[in-house]
């Protein structure tokens, strides 16, 4: 329904292979649950006009955090998907995740319409103002089963954190916890590409993640770590330190991190990789050539990904997205990498969702596992 391939109640009967009855049946309970409504008649094909549905579009919504190191964007969806109100906020990962998730906690109880206002740190009463459940992005490993970080870099005091834990005890609603490259890759998924089975969605940013997606599903593996490539080795030894302990890791290589520490040792003062990016559009060409081998090591472990997986699309998002020169060098080196036949059909592309796209992943993922299910 929310995917808008069926609009009425024959629709469904006929997509579910479900008696029209049934159909009728489990309509009916959904409409008196809130989560569906009649919107009036729509084309006859010959008989009674049939009553068109939808998924109100007021009432019910989804809260969803995308949690980036310094800022999060935060916002209320409806169950169809749509961003119904978004923002930016700073954050400071370092605070903790206490103090970060509990103040991130208090916006989205705030978004929610209806009653008063929350009170910071108190558990909310937002299940009874409509809300369903919260989806959060976290920009590092989670275990996904549980809701537990584990072993992320530059996020200190995270390790082992159970949000899911954390949350229930200041939400009354379900909480459902994933990485964030998992969620661009199914808000990504999504909003442009719903019709292909099998793609592989890059975040490069501060850091380094894909999200994949398998039969027209996210693919976690056995303990949600499915995607992670940001421990791949590019180089072999010595090549720089990584924060996992390794040397050469792609993350060391290639994220945003790495490029403004490399800056930093050929003596050009950047603070972040906002200043990075300024450098490149300027055609700095110590930063240009250091985009540029990001790009060839990102495209190297790319090329393995596409020989071993396939895909119909890689597409690339996050803060490096829009570096021309990585981009070009990543092309260049997954043509050359690849089997003819893997790279012949294969789309190589910007993702082009939009900065609200965390947040549309983490809305479908409590869609799919909370609202859908109930
Ligand atoms: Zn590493």
């Known amino acids: 329904m929310a995917s808008g391939a069926a609009a009425s109640r024959a629709d469904l009967a006929r997509l579910s292979g479900l008696s029209p009855s049934t159909v009728s049946q489990r309509v009916e309970a959904l409409i008196s649950e809130g989560l569906l409504q009649e919107t009036g008649a729509g084309k006859s094909r010959g008989g009674r006009r049939p009553r068109q549905l939808a998924v109100p579009t007021g009432g019910a919504l989804v809260g969803a955090i995308d949690l980036g190191a310094h800022h999060a964007r935060l916002g209320t969806l409806d169950l169809s998907g749509r961003v119904v109100e978004s923002r930016l906020l700073p954050v400071r990962i370092e605070d903790g995740p206490e103090a970060v998730l509990g103040a991130l906690l208090d916006e989205i109880a705030a978004l929610v319409p209806g009653s008063a206002a929350p009170v910071p740190g108190q558990r909310g009463d937002v299940a009874a103002r409509g809300l369903r459940g919260i989806g959060i992005g976290i920009p590092g490993p989670v275990q996904f089963e549980t809701g537990r970080i584990v072993s992320p870099s530059r996020m200190p005091g995270w390790n082992g954190f159970d949000v899911r834990a954390f949350c229930a005890e200041r939400t009354d609603v379900p909480v459902v916890v994933d990485n964030d490259a998992n969620l661009m890759a199914l808000g990504e ?139 070009a060098s990543m092309r260049a080196t997954l043509y050359e990498r690849c089997l003819p036949l893997a790279t012949q059909a294969l789309l190589i592309e910007r993702v082009v969702a939009g900065p609200d796209v965390g947040i549309m992943g983490a809305a479908h993922l409590v869609i799919d596992r909370v609202v859908e299910p109930a």
């Open 189 to 327: 998924h999504h909003a442009t590409h719903p019709e292909l089975e099998h793609a592989v969605y890059v975040k490069a940013g501060t850091g380094i993640g894909a999200g994949v997606i398998s039969g027209g599903r996210l693919h976690r593996g056995a303990q949600g770590s499915a995607g992670d490539i940001s421990h791949c080795r590019v180089l072999a030894d010595p090549g720089p330190l990584c924060s996992c302990g390794n040397t050469g890791c792609l993350e060391a290589v290639a994220s945003g991190a790495a490029l403004v520490t490399a800056l930093r040792e050929q003596g050009v003062p950047v603070d972040d990789l906002t200043g990075v990016m300024r450098l490149i559009d300027d055609g700095d060409r110590h930063a240009t050539a250091l985009a540029r081998r990001a790009g060839r090591s990102i495209g190297e472990i790319l090329a393995v990904v596409v020989n071993f997986f396939n895909p119909q699309v890689v597409a690339i998002g996050g803060r490096l997205a829009d570096c021309e020169p990585l981009l």
